[in-house]
């Protein structure tokens, strides 16, 4: 039988924090309630790597983690206080920004298609006659050799026999016989150099060029990540073998597959995990496999696929949206038109509108590599076409793609979709994309099966990575995995969707925090308080630009929503570099006043004077709107915790967010977690419930400390009470301020909109309907008897609470 977590928490582990760090935290995850630790990528990485998915070795345990042996201490460890392990893992891609840690990819420049490794990388040999591009050079590369910046180096080398190639930084393999018949002394010429380079199994090229002329397949538009070709046996064998062992060695229970989506085949390949993990851990166990799949809204995980679910954004989504006050709705709509008329956004723009531009711009440019390599393999009567109505016509209909990507023949429907949608923006394009469906909808055509490889890259960069940064209605709306055009989850619509959780993916993972969310969960709690303020926050927002702004409305609203959300009551160094940092990020990826390729010096300017203007002179302002705002806040962040922690599903808790989790974009959200402190105010909390004393509500966090340790404390000790999912009744003037479930034993009851709730004068007579007989509530102790219980009572010291029979 396939052991699977009750509860996970998540660990990154790199070498600020290494496994034999992770081994010293696994009593504290132990004494937190946790069931299994959640590790992220452990193969050796790009040196100085702090995430992991750029491994360069997938043979080794990263020595800068700790290695091999610092994985058997760390599993040791966990297995003495009784947790499972799960571990991040990534088929997709591997890191090639220094190609001499990467012995495949370096072993491939230095012999080409020759190379034993070729056939690991997803390469188009032909469209550079036998060479793979390396856009690395900062101008034209005879601009380069003019300048004399490329370096031939004779000396042979233990992996260079042949000698190497340098470019500042960068270091090359020279192929066998580069330099042969060429005088030593003339290595610095620049004919003998561009000889030399004509030689080479790799073509250097301009940065720039990276966008339309690479010829690999990488992870998304990140060109130090290249394709791995998973899909064929050998390279699967020679990518997990080392991943296995650690399975059979019971290392590790179960797996957490990056973007499976980038691979050709996402569910051959989970099949043939599943046999693997069969094979190690013996019949009939097939481990704990979870996949990194983002929904969009209304979409359903495949059926078919041999997993236990994803990795939580779409439980994401219902937690926050259920606890967003619709009511909200027109009032921030009417602040977006109006700051959207300093912007080149249309007021009335919607968001279909708007992702379509913005997917449209990633296709026409940091995709338009991987489009020219679906033209190359198009069947040859469609190629005879005019090559740019194949590219504008491949362009709309990635564009208009409504979802990640399609498994053919399954998901023909989205294609559809998206031709219709397509031909009625573009009809001049309709006759081509009317020719080009039958080939894109057969997944005997290699063309087909590509498709489906590039929709994902142009969704994520162009929504997550884009429109996420543009439509800023309100922030917390803007997280991955959802729609910001669904503005809030009625009650019903959120017992519904846990329902069917629990139905059809009950061990599948639920989050609030990750590592690659756009906000931590009680930032965006926070925010949520601004949908129950709409006109409050206009004012506020208008204050706030005439002290500082970048001329900018919709960026104005997106940064002073963060500078909002992350304050943590007083300025300090630390918190003005984040919001440095987070400007950047933020106002680069929405590609509007600024961009990475050509960075806009007077708005970043401008942009850097807002958050200096806030963590300076303005600071004791923005100070008093976060006070006004913060206790609704705190009361958001429990009720969501709850949410998650009780609910269907296995809740995963990121590394620190049991304590409030203020963090910001990536990579803010990786910032180092202090346990000890962690460990001493749970010991002090423990301590305290004992005699009675309940931490407060307040912003050291202990509250959430407390619900968080008991919830997962239940979960882990009486599994038995969550079984089930039965929405709770309640009843009362304050009714629509209550959401309450029974997980089979476990009754949870969490407040929204607690703004309005404070302005109708609180629970009056609302009461929650239950079976009688004695019950405690597991956060303050409380005993309760009656089959109705006042809310005005229940929720008196906390804003949740969980009550368990009475043993």
Not at 223 to 238: N, Q, S
Not at 577 to 605: I, M, N, Q
Not at 613 to 641: C, M, R
Request: proline share 7%; aromatic share 8%.
């Amino acid at each position: 039988m396939t052991r699977r977590p009750l509860s996970t928490y998540r660990l990154q582990i790199r070498a600020g924090f290494d496994l034999d760090e992770a081994a010293g935290v696994t009593s504290y995850l132990r004494d937190l309630g946790v069931s299994w630790a959640y590790l992220s990528p452990l193969l050796r990485a790009t040196p100085g790597s702090d995430h992991g998915y750029d491994v360069v070795d997938p043979t080794r345990v990263d020595p800068e983690r700790g290695g091999p042996d610092g994985l058997a201490r760390f599993a040791a460890s966990a297995r003495a206080a009784g947790l499972g392990i799960l571990v991040d893992i990534v088929p997709n891609h591997m890191g090639v920004s220094q190609p001499r840690e990467n012995p495949w990819w370096w072993d491939v420049l230095r012999l080409g298609p020759d190379s034993p490794h070729a056939a690991a990388f997803d390469i188009d040999w032909d469209a550079a006659d036998g060479r793979v591009r390396v856009p690395v050079l900062g101008s034209a590369p005879e601009d380069v050799l003019r300048a004399g910046e490329l370096v031939v180096d004779p000396e042979p080398a233990e992996d260079a026999p042949s000698g190497l190639l340098r470019y500042f930084d960068h270091v090359f393999p020279l192929a066998p016989g580069s330099i042969d018949d060429a005088g030593l002394e003339n290595l610095t010429d620049p004919a003998i150099v561009r000889a030399v380079l004509e030689r080479q199994n790799y073509e250097l090229r301009f940065w720039r060029d990276e966008a339309a002329e690479l010829n690999y397949r990488r992870f998304f538009a990140v060109t130090t990540l290249a394709g791995l070709r998973i899909e064929d046996p050998a390279v699967f064998d020679a990518t997990h073998a080392e991943i296995l062992r650690w399975v059979r060695e019971g290392l590790a229970d179960g797996l957490r597959i990056d973007h499976p989506d980038g691979l050709l085949d996402p569910g051959g390949y989970l099949e043939r995990l599943a046999d693997a993990l069969r094979q190690a851990q013996g019949p009939g166990n097939v481990g704990y496999v979870l996949v990194e799949k983002i929904l969009e809204h209304g979409e359903a995980l495949p059926a078919w696929w041999e997993t236990d679910g994803t990795t939580g954004y779409d439980a994401l989504a219902e937690f926050g949206r259920v606890l967003v006050d619709s009511v909200g709705e027109q009032g921030l709509d009417a602040l977006d038109a109006r700051l959207r008329r300093e912007s080149r956004m249309a007021a009335t723009m919607g968001w279909a509108d708007l992702i379509h531009d913005t997917k449209r711009m990633i296709a026409d440019t940091i995709q338009v590599a991987e489009i020219r390599r679906l033209i190359r393999v198009l069947p040859g009567d469609l190629r005879a076409l005019d090559s740019a109505v194949l590219q504008d016509a491949l362009a709309e209909l990635l564009t208009c793609f409504p979802v990640y990507r399609s498994y053919l023949p399954a998901g023909r429907e989205h294609l559809d979709a998206a031709a219709a949608d397509a031909s009625g923006r573009r009809p001049d394009l309709a006759e081509a994309i009317v020719r080009l469906l039958p080939a894109l909808a057969d997944p005997a055509n290699e063309v087909a099966r590509r498709f489906q490889q590039v929709t994902g890259p142009v969704m994520a960069k162009g929504v997550e990575d884009t429109a996420f940064y543009r439509h800023t209605r309100l922030g917390p709306l803007t997280e991955v995995g959802g729609d910001p055009s669904q503005f809030s989850l009625p009650v019903a619509g959120f017992h519904a969707a846990q329902a069917a959780r629990l139905a059809s993916w009950p061990h599948a993972m639920t989050a609030l925090s990750t590592h690659d969310t756009k906000r931590g969960e009680d930032v965006r709690a926070r925010l949520t308080v601004l949908a129950e303020m709409p006109d409050r926050w206009s004012r506020t927002l208008d204050t706030f630009r005439r002290v500082a702004t970048t001329g900018h409305g919709p960026f104005d609203a997106l940064l002073w929503q963060a500078i909002v959300g992350a304050w943590t009551g007083s300025p300090d160094p630390q918190l003005r570099e984040r919001l440095h940092a987070y400007a950047e990020k933020a106002a680069r990826e929405a590609a509007e006043a600024t961009g990475w390729w050509d960075p806009v010096p007077a708005f970043e300017s401008a942009m850097h004077g807002v958050v200096d203007a806030a963590t300076g002179h303005a600071a004791e302002l923005v100070s008093g709107f976060v006070d006004e705002i913060a206790p609704a806040g705190w009361t958001n962040a429990l009720s969501q915790k709850v949410l998650q922690l009780a609910g269907p599903g296995v809740p995963d808790v990121y590394q620190g967010s049991e304590l409030w989790e203020m963090s910001l974009v990536d990579p803010d959200n990786r910032r180092p977690v202090d346990f000890s402190a962690r460990r001493a105010l749970l010991a002090t909390i423990d301590a305290g419930f004992a005699r009675g004393e309940l931490p407060p509500v307040d912003a050291d966090g202990a509250a959430k400390l407390l619900v968080t340790s008991r919830t997962l404390r239940l979960r882990r000790d009486r599994p038995e009470l969550f079984s089930r999912y039965t929405p709770m009744t309640v009843v009362g003037e304050a009714s629509a301020h209550a959401i309450a479930f029974d997980r089979g034993g476990a009754l949870a009851v969490a407040t929204r909109l607690p703004v309005g709730l404070a302005r109708s004068g609180g629970w009056g007579d609302t009461v929650l309907l239950r079976s009688p007989g004695p019950a405690v509530d597991v956060y303050t102790g409380r005993r309760y008897e009656g089959s109705t219980v006042p809310l005005a009572e229940l929720l008196a010291v906390y804003p949740v609470a969980l009550l368990v029979a009475e043993a």
